[in-house]
């Protein structure tokens, strides 16, 4: 993945869609596609940066392109699906904060639920209060600069994810399940 600098990034969000679509059925299609092709890829780009769960959304969009460079689709059809991409990677973006958490919490209540056991809004929310607490007893103790350099360490962040997941979540999971999660956090 490229670096990408938050000035080059285009909120989705402030997009107005049906502008965007005024402007393809007027002018060029193939570049207005094109312009909305390479923003939502810079966005895709950061949001699987902050959140590796969400590179469904580069896989999407590499078939959305392929289809269209195959000739499986046209110009029309292939800039319908960008924009319903582009309003779903909107709504992603907004996930977060309707779900009352920071980007570094959403990662791991995604690890936690995604796949993951059905759950009631109330089983969810300690999902959300589990991620929470453990990514701010981590920082908070355990993930000091070079943290992996050392087994001590090592050993400290991951007892630490497990004691955590398994006090706050061991009814909500069963043990296999569980484990498989505290590999993927320690991993994250």
Known sequence: IQETNSEDLIDLSQIDFQQLADRF???RKRTEAERLRASIARTIAYLAELNKSRIDYAERLEKTVADYNAGAINVQLYFQQLLELAQELNAEE???????????????????????????????????????????????????????????????????????LRRDLATLYPAPLLADKNELIYQH
């Open 94 to 164: 907004q996930r977060a904060v309707s779900l009352g958490l920071t980007e570094e919490e959403l990662a791991l209540f995604d690890i936690l639920t995604r796949p993951g056991p059905d759950m009631s809004p109330s089983e969810e929310e300690r999902v959300r209060k589990a991620a929470r607490d453990l990514l701010a007893s981590l920082k908070q103790e355990k993930l000091v600069l070079d943290w992996r350099k050392k087994q001590q360490t090592k050993a400290a962040v991951r007892t630490t994810i497990a004691r955590t």
């Open 25 to 27: 059925d007027k002018g």
